[in-house]
């Protein structure tokens, strides 16, 4: 919010932005739902780590970051959001939202991911976790067949796809967990809506410099 109000002329200190949002505005954060248990399938392979938590790039396409999150709808069911996202820029490459979290989602937002980009030259490192859906024989085999480096973080810990943490942090924050969707649709769209327009081409983003992504990616 203060970078917000800033890029607009207005300049105040967090502290004061944030005492004016509790006392005045009366918003405070939100309790986020228990995170579901997830069953664990049986893993095909395992890859090194390519990053070893340097999440920059030289260009566009050249390592993205990959993962899953839980979403909940109003009566508690739960849904499952597949993201890429380019370290280059940190903008969103890819998003879908659906009812299992198999290797079949993963797949489909990979293949939606590099269906948005030109043709991509050089090694593209996709790095994710070491979960079922990414080192399941589907996966991995998808992966070869359109060139794609993979990269694994170390089991059980999450600092080596940050990034991909923070956006999810992110879109939780500012997005779902502020309405309730009665409805999967409505939950679908409003996260692509988050991500493509909101999260790219509204939200300035530290990493760029407090440029969107959108602004980053074109001045590439």
Not at 65 to 77: E, H, I, S
Not at 134 to 157: D, I, L, N, P
Request: aromatic share 14%.
């Amino acid at each position: 919010m203060t970078v917000y109000l800033a890029r607009r002329g207005y300049h105040y200190s967090p502290t004061t932005i944030h005492k004016y949002m509790n006392t005045e505005m009366k918003l405070f954060s939100v309790v986020r739902p228990k995170k579901p248990c997830y069953e664990h399938g049986k893993q095909h392979k395992v890859f090194e780590n390519k990053l070893h938590q340097d999440f920059t790039a030289e260009k566009p396409n050249q390592k993205w970051c990959t993962d899953f999150t839980y979403l909940f709808l109003k009566n508690g069911d739960v849904r499952y959001n597949c993201s890429i996202i380019d370290l280059y820029d940190r903008s969103v490459i890819a998003s879908i939202t659906d009812r299992n979290i198999t290797s079949d989602l993963a797949i489909r937002t990979l293949q939606k991911a590099l269906d948005s980009q030109a043709k991509i030259k050089g090694e593209l490192i996709l790095h994710s976790d070491q979960g079922s859906q990414y080192t399941s024989k589907a996966f991995v085999e998808f992966c070869e067949s359109v060139h794609v480096t993979q990269s694994m973080s170390k089991a059980g810990y999450p600092y080596d796809n940050a990034p991909m943490e923070r956006y999810f942090n992110t879109l939780k924050n500012e997005c779902t967990n502020l309405y309730e969707f009665s409805r999967e649709e409505s939950l679908y769209q409003k996260v692509e809506e988050f991500a493509y327009i909101d999260y790219n081409h509204v939200r300035p983003h530290s990493f760029n410099g407090y440029r969107t992504p959108f602004e980053a990616r074109n001045a590439a």
